[in-house]
């Protein structure tokens, strides 16, 4: 890989990274740019559910530093055990999809500390930086979800990112968070329509009567999708 093999300082790949980085990564980065958009000027956070290496979850923060510098109400939460799927359901495994089990997102470094040093790297990078911006969530969102609001009974959400992959936490994702979030917000989906991750559009229909909502995409981008109530 060149990105590996060269010899172009870190910093100057990080600098070049349109050089380096896969055409189908700078995609997900120019849809998450338009779905942030979108939100702009709808009151509440950004809710990450599924955070895996961070990338989604650095994306909102830097897009609502950018874009919003002097927002500091808004806040990305994002939701993982940072220790993989703590379990599926049988729906997940509806698609014979081989990782769809326990432990599937485990990395064999530390993602949450890693993310931690990042944010405060951000942190120092950023107006209003003495009022946090990001915030990580720990455990099993089954429960992390529920318990947080009850710790924060004020939050609202401008947009649901779900890209947890799997049925149970995108229940309860949606159970609880879709009430808090006022029109003009967003939902967004990594997963539906994918043969290979059936909880996730399982959940969704639970939740959504899709014949009263338009889900739109992007046709320069083949997975992600997003109700705007
Ligand atoms: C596809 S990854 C998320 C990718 C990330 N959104 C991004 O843009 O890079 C799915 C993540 O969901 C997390 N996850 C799945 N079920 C969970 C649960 N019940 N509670 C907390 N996290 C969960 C996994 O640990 C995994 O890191």
């Given amino acids: ?131 946090a911006k990001v915030e990580l969530v720990r455990g099993d969102a089954c429960q992390t979800i529920p318990n947080y609001l009850e710790v924060n009974p004020h939050f609202l959400v401008s947009l649901l990112y779900l890209d947890f992959d799997i049925y149970p936490p995108t229940v309860v994702a949606l159970e609880h968070l879709v009430s808090r979030i006022p029109k003009g917000g967003i939902i967004a989906f990594d997963e539906v329509h994918n043969k290979d991750w059936p909880g996730e559009t399982q959940a969704m229909l639970e939740k959504f009567n899709l014949n009263n909502h338009r889900l739109e995409a992007f046709p320069f981008e083949p997975n992600i999708s997003f109700i705007q109530l």
């Fill in 1 to 131: 890989m060149i990105f590996e093999d060269s010899k172009c300082p870190a910093d100057k790949k990080i600098a070049n990274f349109a050089k380096y980085a896969r055409r189908q990564n700078l995609v997900r980065f120019m849809v998450q740019h338009e779905i942030f958009k979108k939100q702009l000027s709808v009151k509440g956070s950004v809710v990450e559910c599924g955070v895996h290496h961070g990338g989604g979850l650095m994306a909102w923060a830097k897009l609502s530093a950018t874009l919003e510098p002097y927002n500091y109400r808004r806040t990305i939460v994002g939701f993982d055990t940072f220790e993989g799927f703590p379990s599926v359901a049988e729906i997940d495994k509806k698609g014979g999809n081989p990782i769809a089990k326990e432990g599937a997102f485990g990395e064999n470094y530390n993602t949450f500390d890693e993310l931690q040093a990042c944010i405060k790297e951000f942190d120092e990078n950023r107006y209003l930086n003495h009022i």
